[in-house]
Nanobody
């Protein structure tokens, strides 16, 4: 019905940059809050950044000033620009959205499959 597909992950050296993209597709009326989460090996999934439909953003303290989240409501996409990457940023990054489907109207949470970001020192 509704799917999220992430792209842009890869291997980068410390101090480098990557841009992650997430595209939502399906029977979508609108998308409310969109966000990026990450899960490092042996750790729980944590919030990285979120952005509301109105453009309000929220960032984890660990990425504030280095990462920028943005969205294109017309294309149903959300991006995460990651600059000044550190080895501790290494994780699988997951896109997350709350979508509202076309009639019959439903509202629910959707997770992407994840994209791996590896930052070498």
């Amino acid at each position: 019905q509704v799917q999220l597909v992430e792209s842009g992950g890869g291997l980068v050296q410390a101090g480098g940059s990557l841009r992650l993209s997430c595209a939502a597709s399906g029977n979508i009326l609108r998308i409310n809050t969109m966000g990026w989460y990450r899960q490092a090996a042996g750790k729980q999934r944590e919030l990285v950044a979120t952005i509301t439909s109105g453009g309000s953003t929220n960032y984890a303290d660990s990425v504030k000033g280095r990462f920028t989240i943005s969205r294109d409501n017309a294309k149903n996409t959300v991006d995460l620009q990651m600059n000044m990457l550190k080895p501790e940023d290494t994780a699988v990054y997951y896109c997350n959205t709350y979508v509202v489907t076309t009639w019959p109207i439903r509202s629910f949470e959707v997770w992407g499959q994840g994209t791996l970001v590896t930052v070498s020192s």
